[in-house]
C-alpha cells in the first residue's frame, strides 16, 4: 500500500502489509524543498519511507525495511531486528539501530551518525568512504560478530564513541578494517583479520589466527589461546603486542620488517605447537618486563631473539634457535640442535653430543651447561669461543677447556676435567674427579669425593698468584698429579710427581708424597707421613710427625724429623738421618755390594732401632734378635746365620751361615759409631 502526506508537517504509520510510505503529496516526485517535518512509521511488514524535505523522523519497525531521509537533518531508527536499508540523504542523519541484522547506511552530504541504541548482532557493516557516515557512537550498545564470518568495515568513519566498549568478534574468518582515530576490537577463534588506520589501536584475539596491520599510530594487539600462522604489522607508531593468558602459537615474526616494537607482559611465557614453528623476535625493542621464557613445543622449529635476554627450550624436534644480543638461555631439547648465542652472555644447554654451539658471531662471558662429555675446543659441536662450561645431569662425563681462560665445573658424578692453555677454574663437585688445569695459572676445586689434582706449570701454594688447589675439610681423600714444583694445598691427602726433578711438599695432613723416577725433593711437612722417592736420587724430610720415609731406588737422603720416624733407604746408597724421637731404620731389600746404607744418627738412649726384613735375613728368629745371633766385632762365631757389629768402624753385617765359609753382606754403618746390641735390633 502506498500512503502519502502532505507539504506539511505529517504523521504517517503503515499497516501491517509491506507499505510504501511517502512524507509528501502524490505525483510531486521526490520534493527536497516542499515538504514539512514528518514523522514515518512502517509498522510490520518490509516497507519504504520516504522523508522528501524537512528534518524527518522515520522508523521501519519489523521487517526488512528501506529508509530514505531526503533532504534535512532525518532521524532514521530500524526499530526491531532486519536487513534494514539506511539513506540519510542531504542533512545531518541520525541512524539509530537497536535491532541485530545486516543493515546498510548510506549517510549522503552532511554529517551523519549511527548510533546503536542496544547489543546488535552482525554479520556485516560497511563504513567505507562511500557509505557517507562519519560517526559510530557505540556508546549506549555493543557491536557483536556473528558465529560466521564477519566483515566490518570503519574506515570512512571519522570518529567512534566508544563508550569503554569493544566491538566483539565471534568466531568464523573475520575482517576488520578500523577508521582514522583508535579502534578497539575483540575477536575469539577463527581468523582475525584486522587493519587498524591512523589511530592507537587496539585489538583483543583470543585463540584467533590474526592478520593484523595496525597502520599508523600507537597500536596494541592482545593475543591469548592458540594461533597459527599469525601476520602482524605495526605500521608506524610504538606498537605492542601483548601476550595475555596462555598463548600458544604457531608462527610469529616480529622482525624489522613487522615494525612491532614491544612484546609485553609480566612473566612472559610462550609456547608454540606440536608442528614446526618459526618466531622470529629480532625487530624488538623490549620482550616482557624480565625477558621471555619461550617453550618451542615438539617439532623441527626455528627461533630468532631480540636485543634483550631470551630463555628459549627448543622441545623434542630438530631446532634452531639464535638468541640474539643479550644474555640468553638456549636449550634445544631432546634432538639434534643448533644453537646461536650472538652478543651477550649467553648459556647453551646441550644433552646430545650431535649439538652444535655457535658462537662464532658472539661476544661476551658464555657457559656451555652439558649433559655429556663435553669440550670447548672448535669441534663439530662447537664453532667459536666459549668460556665456560658446566656439566650437569648424574652420569660419569668428562669436560675439556680451550686456550681461553675457562671455568669448568663438573656434576655429582665422577669427572675428568682439563682446562688446557689459559688460567683456568675447574671445580669438581660430588664424585671422585680428576682435574687436569693445564698450561697457566689455574685453580682446582675438588669439591667432596676423592679428586685428583694434575699440575703443570708453576709452582703450587696456598696464597700466591699463581696455581692453586681448594680442598674443603671433610671432602675426601684428594691426590695432586705434578709435573712441577707443588706444595700441597689444605686438606689434600696424597702427592704423586710426574715428569721431571721437581719438588714437593705436604701440608699438616697425614699425606702420601711419590717421587718420580728423577731426583726429587720431597717434605712431609706436619703429620703423620708416608713418603716413596721411587727411582732417582731423592732428599726426603718426613717433618714434624710420626713419618714412613722410602727412598726406593736410587742413592737416596732420609731425614726423619721430629716424631717417631721409619727410615727405609731401598736399593740403593742411602743416607739415613732418624732425628729426634725414637726412630726406626728399615732394612727390606737383597743385600748386594754397593747397596749398603748410612746411618747418621743411631741412638739407643732416645729408642732408635734397626728393622731387618725377616724374608731377607733368613735363618734369624723373627721379633727381637736373640743376643745368640748378635756379635760383635768383624767376624762371626759360631755356626747359624749371626748379626756382626763392629763399633770401631759402625760397620754392621749380616752372616748368613756364622763362622761358615761363606761371606758375610754389609747392611749399614752407623757413622756415629754408636752403641748398639740385640735389644735395638728387630726381624719383621
Known sequence: MAIYGTQGNDTLLGTASGDWIYGYPAGTGFPDEETGNDSLRGGEGSDRLYGGGGNDT???????????????????????????????????????VSGSGNDTFLGGAGDDTLRLEADVTWSRLILDSAAGVETLDLRAGTLRGTSGNDTIDLSGVESVA???RAIEMAAGNNTFIGHAGADTVLTSGGTAKFTGGAGNDTLRAEGS?????????DDLLLLSGYGWNDTILGGAGQDTVRLTGAADRHNLIFDAASSIEVVSRAGLALTGTAYSDTFDFSGLTKFGDTGPRIDMGAGNDSYRGWSGDDKVSGGSGTDTLIGGAGNDILDGGSSSDTMVGGAGNDRYVVDRASDLVDERDGSGLDTVASAVSFSLAPSASLRGAVENLVLTGTAAIDGAGNGLDNRISGNVAANALSGGAGSDTLIGGAGNDRLDGGSGIDLMIGGKGNDTYVIDGDTITIDDSIDRVIERPGEGVDLVLAYTNVRLAANVEKLVLRGEAVAGWGNGLANSITGNAEANQLWGEGGNDRINGQTGHDTISGGTGNDT????????????????DQLAGGTGQDRLTGNADADSFLFAEALRGGNADHITDFSRGEGDRILLARDIFTGLGAGQL?????????????????????????????DADGAGGAAKALIATLDNHAHLSADDIFLV
Open 58 to 96: 522515520l522508523r521501519g519497525d519489523a521487517g526488512y525495511d528501506r529508509l530514505y531521509g531526503g533532504a534535512g537533518n532525518d532521524v532514521l531508527q530500524d526499530g526491531g531486528t532486519g536487513l534494514d536499508a539506511f539513506d540519510g540523504g542531504d542533512g545531518d542523519d541520525l541512524f539509530l
Open 626 to 654: 736373640d743376643t745368640a745371633e748378635f756379635h760383635l766385632g768383624t767376624a762371626a762365631s759360631g755356626a747359624g746365620a749371626q748379626i756382626v757389629y763392629d763399633r770401631d768402624s759402625g760397620r754392621l753385617w749380616f
Open 162 to 164: 566508544w563508550g569503554g
Open 549 to 564: 720415609l722410602s727412598g726406593s731406588a736410587g742413592d737416596d737422603r732420609l731425614s726423619g724429623g721430629a716424631g717417631r
Open 209 to 217: 589466527l590474526v592478520e593484523f596491520d595496525g597502520g599508523a599510530g
